[in-house]
């Protein structure tokens, strides 16, 4: 090959490269202007779910979440994890009485904190990072219990762009897998620390998500290993995201306080910290830790008052989903 033709070989191959960059840095500039419309979207969430908010508001605090979150129905409990509760708030809306969501709390808090999240979201994170000491505050002074939901927009996004994506759907069936061993809570705290980038997909492969079960004690076991290799709960991430899209939800994360969703200014700010860190985005945004604590705040006052709930006990709290059920059948 002469000079001259090598040469133009070697700007062909430099030309695609620089294309192959490019599409690279759009498709993640896109993810992350659906990630950032999210946000943005939370504003509008509170008008979609009005009528709810109107029913929750009419009648006493104790009394209207006192149906919130009920143990799940025989069609909910054929894909949802050990100890889900089915979530009457979205299923007021979707109408398919399939909504549940994992609990963390008293089951007896008057105050509910609703999470659409996906758990390779980078906003998911910064919002974890940033304000789960604040409401796990709440939650062991049992004033407030969390309902997650699970979803899987980054996969969505990523097969969207042709990528063979599914460490969102992989990384919430093993939460669930979790669930089932009493130890969501924890292995929740491992993923958000552990949360890889968005432009990859580590998580895709099961041994990644059982190999993170290690720092998670008592988590490491046979049971959870097979759970997570056979993506036992697949189908409750699906319909997880089946409902985020009949909710016609926009982003991760979706934070409601009793249905009320924090807006785009109450969940994320501008933060003083330089450059992308793990509490920052690339935009400079920072969970918003004082509106967040303000809205707690706020909805505990409403529903309280001037009493004092008895603090959260875990190992009081019925962990699968035959001891939930009993608790239900013995209450009616």
Same mark, same amino acid.
């Given at each position: 090959?002469?000079?001259a !033709?090598r040469?133009?070989?070697?700007q062909?191959v430099?030309?695609?490269r620089i294309?192959?960059?490019?599409?690279a840095?759009r498709?993640?500039a +896109? +993810?992350? +202007?659906q990630?950032?419309?999210?946000?943005?979207?939370l504003?509008?969430? %509170?008008a979609?779910?009005g009528?709810g908010?109107?029913?929750?508001s009419?009648g006493? !605090?104790?009394g209207?979440?006192?149906s919130?979150g009920?143990a799940?129905?025989?069609?909910a409990a054929?894909?949802?994890?050990s100890?889900?509760?089915?979530d009457?708030?979205?299923n007021?809306?979707t109408?398919t009485?399939?909504a549940?969501?994992?609990?963390?709390?008293?089951?007896?808090?008057?105050?509910?904190?609703t999470?659409?999240e996906d758990?390779?979201c980078?906003?998911c994170?910064?919002?974890?990072? *940033?304000? +789960?000491?604040i409401?796990k505050q709440?939650?062991a002074?049992?004033?407030?219990?969390?309902?997650?939901?699970i979803?899987?927009?980054?996969?969505?996004?990523?097969?969207?762009n042709?990528? @063979? =994506?599914? *460490?969102?759907?992989?990384g919430?069936? %093993?939460? =669930?897998?979790?669930?089932n061993a009493g130890?969501?809570?924890q292995?929740?705290d491992v993923?958000?620390?552990?949360?890889?980038s968005?432009?990859?997909?580590p $998580?895709?492969?099961?041994?990644?998500l059982?190999?993170?079960?290690?720092?998670?004690?008592g988590?490491?076991?046979a049971a959870?290993e097979s759970?997570?290799t056979?993506?036992?709960y697949?189908?409750w991430v699906d319909?997880n $995201?089946a409902d985020? @899209? #009949?909710?016609k939800?926009? *982003?991760?994360?979706?934070?409601?306080?009793? *249905?009320?969703?924090?807006?785009?200014?109450?969940?994320?700010?501008p933060?003083s910290k330089?450059?992308v860190? %793990?509490?920052?985005?690339q935009?400079?945004?920072?969970?918003? #830790?004082?509106?967040?604590l303000?809205a707690?705040?706020?909805?505990v006052?409403?529903?309280?008052?001037?009493?004092?709930p008895a603090? $959260?006990?875990?190992?009081?709290?019925?962990t699968?989903?035959?001891? =939930?059920a009993?608790?239900?059948?013995? %209450?009616?």
């Open positions: 090959m002469s000079p !033709n040469d133009r070989d070697s062909r430099a030309r695609a294309a192959a960059m490019q599409a840095d498709a993640k +896109r +993810r992350r +202007r990630l950032l419309t999210g946000a943005i979207a504003v509008v969430i %509170a979609i779910v009528i908010l109107a029913v929750k009419s006493s !605090n104790g209207s979440n006192a919130h009920s799940t129905s025989s069609s054929s894909f949802a994890p100890g889900a509760v089915v009457s708030y979205v007021a809306t109408h009485g399939d549940t969501a994992i609990p963390y709390g008293s089951p007896d808090a008057k105050v509910t904190m999470v659409f758990v390779r980078p906003y994170d910064i919002f974890e990072l *940033g304000a +789960r000491d409401y709440f939650v002074a049992g004033e407030v219990k969390v309902e997650f939901h979803v899987k927009l980054i996969d969505i996004n990523d097969q969207a042709g990528e @063979n =994506a599914s *460490g969102s759907r992989e919430g069936s %093993a939460l =669930a897998c979790a669930q130890l969501f809570d292995y929740h993923l958000y620390d552990s949360q890889p968005e432009t990859t997909d $998580w895709s492969d099961p041994s990644a059982i190999a993170l079960a290690k720092q998670v004690p988590l490491d076991t959870f759970c997570v056979n993506t036992t697949g189908g319909q $995201w985020f @899209n #009949t909710l939800l926009q *982003g991760t994360p979706t934070i409601e306080i009793d *249905g009320t969703a924090l807006t785009a200014a109450q969940t994320f700010s933060t330089a450059g860190t %793990a509490t920052t985005s935009d400079g945004q920072g969970a918003n #830790t004082s509106a967040i303000s707690l705040q706020a909805a006052t409403q529903a309280y008052g001037s009493s004092t603090p $959260w006990n875990p190992t009081a709290t019925p699968t989903a035959s001891s =939930a009993s608790a239900t059948a013995s %209450a009616s």
